[in-house]
């Protein structure tokens, strides 16, 4: 999947990379690292491979009531506003370390999910195995066509990111660069912002952003459901991709 950057006859190309902040905004609960603790779980007790093999009853149990709580989630005005960009005739790439299906359900078509899917399920001994749950979740003795038991499609903390070299790729070919609703301190994804080409702009919105802002980030101190929609209102209306003068 070569992604090369635009040229003079391609439509300017913005590549998104959305964190926790973006979804919370919907009211989807993020995980807080500080604590160690996960809607009242250890972590390691429910998002990790060791975890799965101790107890799989509770991680298909906890994942199913995330599950439930993505599906009564909606789209907010960042997701929409990224979805009316890609109508206008923008190119919008999508790098998300969210798990739920909100870009696509806004309308978004070009997402590309580094930590997997919730709304999917996959074999415990071959991970090209996924299967769509477009009801209901995971139970016990649901197996894989290779009859093993299925496990939620997301990569568990110790677990390799599969599609970072993916990432890497559409982030290169960027030319300009909103990171949104994320500290960037997940790694491997903090490491992507290296992966984009030299000289182009990366502005990051959150609530946080003049403290969380690397070096040569520009930094948009508002909610993505604010800050996203007021950026996309101003490169639909110039036709371009640009940083603003708040910014």
Known sequence: MSQQRSSRQDPPHLV?????????????????ASDGL???????????????????ALVLRFYDQRRRQVRKAKPNSAHQALAALEQEGFRV???????????????????????????????????????????????LGDLCDKGSQLRPDVV??????????????????????????TS???????????????????????????QLAPYGVTAISKPAGQGVPELVSLWRREKRLWVPDFA
């Open 93 to 139: 790439s999508i790098v998300t370390q969210n798990i739920d299906d909100l870009h696509e359900r806004a309308g978004s078509r070009h997402v590309l999910h580094l930590h997997g899917e919730i709304l999917m399920a996959r074999s415990s001994v071959d991970e090209r195995l996924r299967y769509p749950l477009t009801k209901g979740g995971i139970a």
């Open 156 to 181: 568990w903390f110790g677990e390799a990111v599969p599609y970072y070299m993916d990432a890497c790729e559409i982030v290169a070919g960027a030319d300009l660069l909103l990171v949104v609703g």
């Open 16 to 32: 998104v990379l959305s964190g926790a902040g973006i979804s919370a905004e919907s009211g989807i609960q993020t995980f807080r």
């Open 184 to 210: 960037l301190a997940v790694m491997p994804a903090a490491m992507l912002l290296e992966c984009a080409p030299s000289g182009i702009d990366t502005l990051l919105v959150d609530p946080q952003a003049k």
């Open 38 to 56: 996960w809607e009242n779980h250890a972590v390691r007790d429910v998002a990790t491979p060791e975890g799965f093999k101790r107890d799989p």
